[in-house]
């Protein structure tokens, strides 16, 4: 059974259809890649999967539950975590608690707990420690030791961009969205990258969606790739059959000229 | 990209239990249940003859009609600069009680010496003046002082900048003109009594008449300015996006300034407008009509201006009729007393059944988001 | 010769401010308090600290810290002159102007008594002629001083400070040290530091201040070490307790009184600050929270409550009111939850005013009294005793004992899950939502905590005052306390503490009076000018907390760089929900 299964998504913001009729499904650990031309509705999608919009129409049922209108904190809950184009990260706390903010829906302590010093809220802070240095140490020596108590603002783009992905983890996922991971990356910053999200599903079990523009990262990272244009679905499939596909080559390069226009 | 479209600011979601929502229902259900038993009680305590009479409900809406429109000429201020600046004004109350407080010296030496009732028209003209170029003055220099040091700051720095600016004008005025309260002087005869107009006696007072005047004249002209005027122009191209509009080459400092004048010199006209209806004056008369104009402006959709107008008008008839008509209803004593809280509890209700105003909010796109 | 373009523009402005402080009064008024007896009072420290300040900004020219800043004494001094003698002359100009016509018809204060304390008792002719030399050389004294060298600099100022320190708390110094002889020999009958004492008093701070900057940065270091450094800390916070325990033992009844509305301000400043500065829900209304607590124990413990009397016990009252309080938190903050940041500022003012409003209205007079309030609120039993606010020097105890309760809970909360998922939401509420938090039940959260601190300050008022009235409740009160967290530092505990001893120790809260009294008048005019000059000069606060400071100074390059970033976040966010 799919681990998420979208269909007939709509979303219309202010009378432009910026998803239209989208249908989509992906299987636990696979790797889907969405690409399109710039405003095709690609971060649409995720804002709507993640629940940032609900859908005007449409269903999303996520590991067999119905989520589409549903809290953007229920549906981390349920187990779908994200990135952003832009990072936005918290830039004034720290780096480690920026991690540590991350596993709040998966742990429970609230005030009484803070106020008493109970036991369970002193070991769950132990563990919320433990496992946020532990997630930290996933991306190697880029994101460890003295710069945990850096706060994240200091950080270059390329780490705020490692450090997004530490928080989305951190929400213990089982499926990740990954909007635009390499944008503004060096080519070995790209690479090293690409080959994370291949560790994210060998080492963590994790399944992942993530728009990309890079096609070197497309190709090498998904198993299959989804191309939206104009909030459509216009092809799907493995990355030889979209790279040869005529109407990704229009959607991205424009008819060509002198073409029927039928 | 394509389009600077801002996505929506509500989040419609599919029904399912949630406390927030099903309280917000609850009190618009709740509300919605005790305004109509109170409007239904006020009537039936009409039918019956008890309770105020037909003229006394018909004065009271009139001169809620006149405070309202003096609301409203104070929201335009607030609005204006919401609009652009994407803050919260609080000290603009106290640019409407500058122009008030001074507009009084204008009023006393011709009242003292006869002019004010041999020539009633042109000592108002004196007063409106004074007290317009007092409040675009105070306004002017709030900017430049307090507020444009802070262009840039994240948004809530402004605002709790307007709420130290607002105490330190009103304590100025304090120590300046002394705690006690002044008085204006007495509308002239001529504009005291009623209205009338080619021998038909109308039951408005020529005060009141003079003050809706003034103000659907002030709005005309504002309207006018912002709509068809460059200077009007280059003030909607810097609310809609501040950025753009200096690399277009229009100067955002001077028409920021401009933006703080115009809405200094409405709440200058507001000022005339409360010196002939209620006449008297002291350090704190900016604080509630400006948190009521705020709420008008709020009423009405915050950044339009004939929203602003509309939600004053409306913020007077609630809070005039509202309590008689409402509570009185319900059979509570004093209402009176309430006329305040029901303008709170009208903003409460607003910005939860309409989050957005009557006419829809006017904002740039970085205060949308 | 051309006039510094500083100078041009320090000189009028100072002029302009010595003009106003004379006509609002604030200089003839303050002339009432004596500082140094009998040759300066606090109105002549107010009249000359424009020309003084001033000067030294000319002096000190463009600031840019790029560069080392040239320092140069006779320059400065030439520069602060000048501004000085600009100053001078507006204010004489002013003054001129004014003394033919009568305006006190208009202007109350501005009349002789006035020019007579402008002009040093001495007429408007010679008068003024002094008022612009004295002006010209303390111009010329704050322009030097910006020239001068560190040590010098640091030496005028810390004398300076302490001679301001022993004049304005003059009051707390004599009940400390009672003995008549030597209260006699440092401050004058008449009220004010004697001439001598002021003298040793700044020759004091000049050398032991000198001695003790060369150890503080080994102390500082020896604080920083881990083992030794916990150590010293924690001594430090024992003989910081130890005072605090032994210090309304030593005072009278009017330090004590004023202590404990410090406290209780300190109290209402440690709630306001989970909602302002820890969640970054800016309520205008949270003195609603702090009725909900007076009245509710008023109705509860008072045998003279209007309708419903059961007269209980203060302490049984008292967990009954938390709850009530927490119920109200969640009545305001369930309606503000989804609204914008300031929408909720002004929606929280409104349910302030209703609060108050409705309980001065003759509908629920028959349960809270309206106008005349509830009296005979009874003290609060603790074993054998019974204290109120007739025994300030007890009841200062228990209200430290709730401080402390409340400083202990807003440091357990910052630093826990729900501290951080606060902070995760002032910073950007949308992202908290993502990653999982719910920013509802965090938001009530806050709302309630804030509100049961609020409800323990409510509690306390009542039983120490005796009696609640409405006018203890107006929005006056929730901007007050607003100013309180803001001037000592958003989201900072001790920052909280600094503020509230600060404003209402010194300048007196919204119904009380400070330690100086002659500023009762002027008091929110300083709250408001204290409130703008932080906003646009330090907006993190005297003492900030680590997050907050970051946030609005932090590592400025760095943060410009990054700032600069974020600058372009609402065009991507727009762009962000299309693509």
């Given at each position: 059974?799919?681990?998420?299964?979208?269909r007939?998504?709509?979303?219309?913001?202010?009378?432009?259809?910026?998803?239209?009729?989208?249908?989509f499904h992906?299987?636990?650990?696979?790797?889907?890649?969405?690409?399109?031309?710039n405003?095709?509705?690609?971060?649409?999608?995720?804002?709507?999967i993640?629940?940032?919009?609900?859908?005007?129409?449409?269903?999303?049922?996520?590991?067999?539950?119905?989520?589409a209108?549903?809290?953007?904190?229920e549906?981390?809950?349920?187990?779908?975590?994200?990135?952003?184009?832009?990072?936005?990260?918290?830039?004034?706390?720290t780096?480690?608690?920026?991690?540590?903010?991350g596993?709040h829906c998966?742990?429970?302590?609230?005030?009484?707990?803070?106020i008493?010093?109970?036991k369970?809220?002193?070991?769950?802070e132990?563990?919320?420690?433990?496992?946020?240095?532990?997630?930290?140490?996933?991306?190697?020596?880029?994101?460890?030791g003295y710069?945990?108590?850096?706060?994240?603002?200091?950080?270059?783009?390329a780490?705020r961009?490692?450090?997004?992905i530490?928080?989305?983890m951190?929400?213990?996922?089982?499926?990740l969205?990954?909007?635009?991971?390499?944008?503004?990356?060096?080519?070995r910053?790209?690479?090293?990258?690409t080959?994370?999200?291949?560790?994210?599903r060998s080492?963590?079990g994790?399944?992942?969606?993530?728009i990309?523009?890079?096609?070197?990262?497309?190709?090498?990272?998904?198993?299959?790739?989804?191309?939206?244009?104009?909030?459509v679905?216009?092809?799907?499939?493995d990355?030889?059959?979209i790279?040869?596909?005529d109407?990704?080559?229009e959607?991205?390069?424009?008819?060509?000229?002198?073409a029927d226009?039928e | 990209?394509?389009?600077d479209?801002a996505?929506?600011v509500?989040?419609?979601?599919?029904f399912?239990?949630?406390w927030?929502?099903?309280?917000?229902?609850f009190?618009?259900v709740?509300?919605?249940?005790?305004i109509?038993i109170?409007v239904?009680?006020?009537?039936q305590?009409?039918?019956a003859?008890e309770?105020?009479?037909?003229?006394?409900?018909?004065d009271?809406?009139?001169?809620?009609?006149?405070?309202g429109?003096m609301?409203?000429?104070?929201?335009?201020?607030?609005?204006?600069?919401?609009?652009v600046?994407g803050?919260?004004?609080?000290?603009?109350?106290?640019?409407?009680?500058?122009g008030?407080?001074?507009?009084?010296?204008?009023?006393?030496?011709p009242?003292?010496?006869?002019f004010?009732?041999?020539?009633?028209f042109?000592?108002?003209v004196v007063?409106?003046l004074?007290a317009?170029i007092?409040?675009?003055?105070?306004?002017?220099v709030?900017?430049r002082?307090?507020y444009?040091?802070?262009?840039?700051?994240?948004?809530?720095?402004?605002?709790?900048?307007?709420?130290g600016?607002s105490f330190?004008?009103?304590y100025a005025f304090?120590?300046l003109?002394g705690?006690?309260?002044?008085?204006?002087?007495p509308?002239p005869p001529?504009?005291?009594a009623d209205?009338?107009?080619f021998?038909?006696?109308?039951?408005?007072?020529?005060t009141?008449?003079l003050?809706?005047?003034?103000?659907?004249?002030?709005?005309?002209?504002?309207?006018?300015f912002?709509?068809?005027?460059k200077?009007?122009?280059a003030?909607?191209a810097?609310?809609?996006?501040?950025?753009?509009a200096?690399?277009m080459?229009?100067?955002?400092d001077?028409?920021?300034?401009?933006?703080?004048?115009?809405?200094?010199?409405?709440?200058?006209?507001?000022?005339?407008m409360w010196?002939?209806?209620f006449?008297?004056v002291d350090?704190l008369?900016?604080f509630?009509?400006?948190?009521?104009?705020?709420t008008?402006?709020?009423?009405?959709?915050?950044g339009n201006?004939p929203?602003?107008?509309?939600?004053?008008?409306?913020?007077?008839l609630?809070?005039?009729?509202?309590?008689?008509l409402v509570l009185?209803g319900?059979?509570?004593?004093g209402?009176s007393?309430l006329?305040?809280a029901?303008?709170f509890?009208?903003?409460?209700?607003?910005?939860?059944?309409?989050p957005t105003?009557l006419?829809g909010?006017r904002?740039?796109?970085e205060?949308?988001? | 010769?051309?006039?510094?373009?500083?100078?041009?523009?320090?000189g009028?402005?100072?002029?302009?401010?010595?003009?106003f402080?004379a006509?609002?009064?604030m200089?003839?008024s303050?002339d009432?308090?004596?500082?140094?007896?009998?040759?300066?009072?606090?109105g002549?420290?107010?009249l000359?600290?424009?020309?003084?300040?001033f000067?030294?900004?000319a002096?000190?020219?463009?600031?840019?810290?790029l560069?080392e800043?040239?320092?140069?004494?006779p320059?400065?001094a030439?520069?602060?002159?000048?501004v000085?003698?600009?100053?001078?002359l507006?204010?004489?100009?002013f003054?001129?102007?004014t003394?033919?016509f009568?305006?006190s018809g208009f202007f109350?204060?501005?009349?002789?008594?006035?020019?007579?304390?402008?002009?040093f008792?001495?007429?408007?002719?010679?008068g003024?002629l002094?008022l612009?030399?004295?002006s010209t050389a303390v111009?010329?004294m704050?322009?030097?001083?910006?020239?001068?060298?560190?040590?010098v600099?640091a030496?005028?100022?810390r004398?300076?400070g302490?001679?301001?320190?022993?004049?304005l708390?003059?009051?707390?110094?004599?009940?400390?040290?009672?003995?008549?002889?030597i209260?006699r020999f440092?401050?004058a009958?008449?009220?004010?530091?004697?001439?001598w004492?002021?003298?040793?008093?700044a020759?004091?701070?000049?050398?032991l201040?000198?001695?003790y900057?060369?150890?503080?940065?080994?102390?500082?270091?020896?604080?920083?070490?881990?083992e030794a450094g916990s150590r010293?800390?924690?001594?430090?916070?024992?003989i910081?307790?130890?005072?605090?325990?032994?210090?309304p033992?030593?005072?009278g009844g009017?330090?004590?009184?004023?202590?404990i509305?410090?406290?209780?301000?300190i109290?209402?400043?440690?709630?306001?600050?989970?909602?302002?500065?820890?969640a970054?829900l800016l309520?205008?209304?949270?003195?609603?929270?702090?009725?909900?607590?007076?009245?509710?124990?008023?109705?509860l413990?008072s045998?003279?409550?209007?309708?419903f009397?059961?007269?209980?016990n203060w302490?049984?009252?008292l967990?009954?009111v938390m709850?009530?309080?927490a119920i109200?938190?969640?009545?305001?903050?369930?309606p503000?939850?989804r609204m914008?940041?300031?929408y909720?500022?002004?929606?929280t003012l409104?349910?302030g005013?209703?609060?108050r409003l409705?309980?001065l209205?003759?509908?629920?007079t028959?349960?809270f009294?309206?106008?005349?309030?509830?009296t005979?609120i009874p003290?609060?039993?603790?074993?054998?005793?019974?204290?109120?606010?007739?025994?300030?020097?007890?009841?200062i105890?228990l209200?430290?004992?709730f401080?402390?309760?409340?400083?202990y809970?807003?440091?357990?909360?910052?630093?826990?899950r729900v501290?951080?998922?606060?902070?995760?939401?002032?910073?950007?509420?949308?992202?908290?939502e993502?990653?999982?938090?719910s920013?509802?039940?965090a938001k009530?959260v806050?709302?309630?905590?804030?509100a049961?601190?609020?409800?323990?300050?409510?509690?306390?008022?009542?039983?120490k005052?005796?009696t609640v009235?409405?006018?203890?409740f107006?929005v006056l009160?929730?901007?007050?306390?607003l100013?309180?967290?803001?001037?000592?530092?958003m989201?900072?505990?001790?920052g909280?503490?600094?503020?509230?001893l600060?404003?209402?120790?010194?300048?007196g809260?919204?119904?009380s009076?400070?330690?100086?009294?002659?500023?009762a008048?002027?008091k929110?005019?300083?709250?408001g000018?204290?409130l703008?000059?932080m906003?646009?000069?330090r907006?993190e606060?005297?003492l900030?907390?680590?997050?907050?400071s970051?946030e609005?100074?932090?590592?400025?390059?760095e943060?410009d760089?990054w700032l600069d970033?974020r600058g372009?976040?609402?065009?991507?966010?727009?762009?962000?929900?299309?693509?």
């Open positions: 059974m799919a681990l998420l299964d979208i007939d998504l709509q979303k219309q913001f202010g009378g432009v259809q910026a998803l239209d009729g989208v249908d992906i299987d636990e650990g696979e790797i889907v890649s969405v690409i399109g031309p405003g095709a509705g690609k971060t649409s999608f995720f804002n709507v993640s629940g940032m919009f609900a859908p005007d129409s449409g269903t999303i049922v996520f590991d067999g539950d119905h989520v209108g549903h809290l953007p904190n549906i981390t809950e349920r187990g779908i975590a994200r990135t952003f184009q832009n990072v936005r990260l918290f830039p004034n706390l780096v480690l608690e920026n991690v540590m903010v596993q998966r742990t429970d302590q609230g005030m009484w707990g803070a008493l010093q109970t369970k809220q002193k070991a769950e132990a563990r919320i420690e433990e496992n946020a240095k532990e997630i930290l140490s996933f991306f190697g020596t880029r994101l460890a710069r945990h108590d850096q706060p994240a603002f200091v950080l270059s783009y780490n961009r490692r450090l997004e530490a928080r989305a951190a929400t213990e996922p089982k499926l969205l990954l909007d635009e991971p390499t944008a503004g990356m060096n080519p910053e790209t690479i090293e990258l080959e994370l999200i291949g560790k994210l080492e963590r994790l399944t992942v969606v993530i990309e523009h890079d096609m070197k990262v497309v190709r090498d990272v998904s198993d299959r790739v989804v191309v939206l244009d104009h909030g679905k216009i092809a799907e499939g990355y030889e059959t790279s040869t596909n109407d990704v080559i959607a991205y390069l424009g008819r060509p000229q002198g226009d | 990209m394509s389009t479209l996505p929506e509500a989040k419609p979601r599919r399912k239990f949630n927030v929502d099903s309280f917000l229902w009190v618009r709740a509300a919605l249940i005790a109509t109170g239904v009680g006020s009537f305590n009409f039918a003859g309770g105020p009479s037909a003229t006394a409900w018909r009271l809406i009139i001169s809620s009609i006149t405070t429109s609301y409203g000429l104070i929201a335009l201020g607030y609005s204006m600069v919401y609009g600046l803050f919260i004004n609080f000290a603009h109350g106290e640019v409407f009680m500058s008030t407080m001074v507009g009084l010296i204008s009023a006393t030496m009242f003292n010496n006869g004010w009732d041999s020539s009633p042109i000592s108002i007063v409106l004074v317009m007092t409040s675009t003055l105070v306004a002017i709030i900017e002082v307090a444009r040091p802070l262009r840039g700051a994240p948004r809530l720095i402004p605002l709790i900048t307007s709420i600016v330190f004008v009103q304090a120590g003109f705690v006690a309260t002044r008085n204006y002087p509308s001529g504009l005291a209205l009338s107009i021998g038909i006696t109308l039951p408005i007072s020529g009141r008449a003050v809706i005047a003034v103000a659907v004249v002030s709005m005309i002209g504002l309207w006018y912002v709509t068809k005027t200077t009007g122009s003030m909607r810097v609310a809609e996006d501040k950025e753009i200096g690399l080459g229009i100067d955002v001077k028409t920021i300034v401009t933006t703080f004048a115009v809405g200094g010199a409405m709440a200058g006209v507001a000022g005339l010196a002939l209806l006449r008297g350090f008369t900016g509630l009509p400006g948190i009521k104009a705020f008008a402006a709020v009423l009405g959709g915050i201006l929203g602003a107008m509309l939600g004053g008008v409306l913020l007077g609630f809070e005039g009729v509202g309590p008689l009185g319900l059979g509570i004593p209402v007393q006329k305040d029901v303008a509890a009208a903003l409460v209700l607003v910005l939860i059944f309409r105003g006419l909010e904002l740039g796109s205060d949308r988001v | 010769m051309s006039i510094d373009r500083y100078v041009r523009k320090w009028p402005v100072a002029g302009l401010v010595m003009s402080m006509a609002i009064g200089i003839r303050f009432g308090r004596m500082m140094i007896n009998p040759v300066l009072s606090l002549y420290i107010a000359l600290l424009p020309p003084a300040v000067g030294y900004l002096a000190r020219g463009e600031v840019n810290v560069e800043q040239e320092r140069d004494v320059g400065g030439v520069k602060g002159a000048m000085g003698l600009i100053a001078g507006v204010t004489v100009v003054m001129l102007v003394a033919p009568d305006l109350p204060n501005i009349n002789d008594a006035m020019v007579d304390v402008m002009t008792h001495q007429g408007l002719g010679l003024s002094i612009i030399a004295v111009g010329a704050g322009g030097a001083l910006h020239g001068a060298s560190e040590v600099r030496g005028v100022l004398s300076l302490w001679v301001m320190l022993f004049a708390f003059e009051l707390v110094v004599t009940d400390i040290i009672d003995v008549r002889a209260v440092i401050y009958a008449g009220g004010g530091l004697q001439l004492s002021a003298l040793i008093i020759a004091l701070a000049w050398w201040g000198g001695r900057a060369g150890r503080r940065a080994e102390f500082s270091d020896m604080a920083k070490a881990s010293l800390r924690y001594s430090l916070i024992g910081g307790i130890l005072l605090l325990i032994i210090l033992m030593l005072v009017i330090v004590n009184e004023l202590l509305n410090v406290a209780l301000f109290l209402m400043g440690l709630g306001l600050n989970i909602v302002v500065g820890q970054g309520d205008l209304g949270y003195v609603a929270f702090f009725a909900v607590g007076a009245y509710g124990t008023a109705v413990t045998p003279l409550s209007p309708t009397a059961p007269a209980l302490w049984l009252a967990p009954i709850i009530f309080a109200a938190g969640v009545l305001v903050g369930t503000v939850i914008r940041g300031d909720l500022a002004i929606v409104g349910f005013e209703i609060v409705l309980l209205s003759d509908w629920l028959p349960y009294g309206g106008a005349q309030g509830i005979r003290g609060i039993t603790v074993g054998p005793l019974t204290i109120s606010g007739t025994s300030p020097e007890l009841f105890y209200t430290m004992i401080v402390a309760i409340a400083a809970i807003s440091y357990r909360a910052q630093n826990s501290g951080r998922a606060w902070a995760a939401m002032r910073e950007d509420e949308d992202v908290a993502a990653i999982g938090i920013t509802v039940k009530l806050a709302f309630v905590t804030g049961i601190i609020a409800s323990f300050a409510g509690a306390l008022f009542s039983a005052v005796g009235f409405t006018n203890s107006d009160v929730s901007i007050i306390i100013v309180v967290v803001i001037v000592g530092g989201g900072s505990i001790r909280v503490a600094l503020g509230a600060m404003l209402i120790g010194i300048l809260g919204p119904k009076q400070g330690l100086l009294t002659e500023f008048e002027f929110l005019l300083i709250y000018a204290i703008v000059f906003m646009l000069k907006p606060g005297l900030p907390s680590v997050r907050r970051r609005l100074h932090g590592a400025e390059a943060q760089a970033r372009d976040f609402v065009d991507e966010d727009a762009e962000e929900a299309i693509t």
